[in-house]
C-alpha cells in the first residue's frame, strides 16, 4: 500500500531568498502549521534535531537537505519543498563535520516510523537522479507539485 503523505502548493516555496536556517525552516513549516499538519513546536523541533541529527546531502551538483523532527510534533503526514536562490550551508548527514551548500530542502512531516522509511526511501531515489533534481530546481510551483506527487505516489517518472 502506498503512504500517505500530503503535498499540496502552498508548500512548495520556489526561488526562496533566505538569510539561515531557522528563517528557511520556519517560511517551509508555516503551510504545515496552518493548515494543522504540526503542531507549533515542530519548527524548533526540527531545528534542534538539525543541530544533533544534520541531514545536509552532497550530490555532484546541487546538495539536498531533508530536514524532520520526532512524530509527536506531526498530526497529519505532509511535505513542503523549498528551492533556495542561494544555497545555505547544511551540516553533511554522515560526515556532522562538513557542511554542504544545499539548494533544495524537502521538510518531511511524519507521524510513523514505518512511513518516515518509505517516503526517504523514496527521496533518496529521486534525489539521486540528476535530471530529477535539476526538474525540482528549475520548476515551477506547479510543476514540482505534479512532479513530486507522482513520485511519492510511485507513478512513472518523467526524467528518465
Known sequence: MATEIKIFKEAIHTHLNVNDKAELISILAKPLLEKKYVTAEFAEKVLEREEKFPTGL????????????????VLKNAISIGVLKKPLPFKV????????????????????????????????????????????????????????????????????
Open 93 to 160: 548527514m554522515a560526515s556532522p563535520e562538513q557542511s554542504v551548500n544545499v539548494g533544495i530542502i524537502f521538510l518531511l512531516a511524519l507521524n510513523d516510523s514505518e512511513k518516515h522509511l518509505e517516503i526517504l526511501q523514496k527521496l533518496i531515489s529521486l534525489i539521486q537522479n540528476e535530471k530529477a533534481l535539476f526538474q525540482i530546481l528549475n520548476g515551477s510551483k506547479d510543476e514540482i507539485f505534479h512532479f513530486i506527487d507522482r513520485q511519492l505516489k510511485g507513478g512513472e517518472s518523467s526524467y528518465d
Open 58 to 73: 552532497p550530490l555532484k551538483k546541487i546538495g539536498v537537505a531533508i530536514p524532520h523532527t520526532d512524530p509527536k510534533y
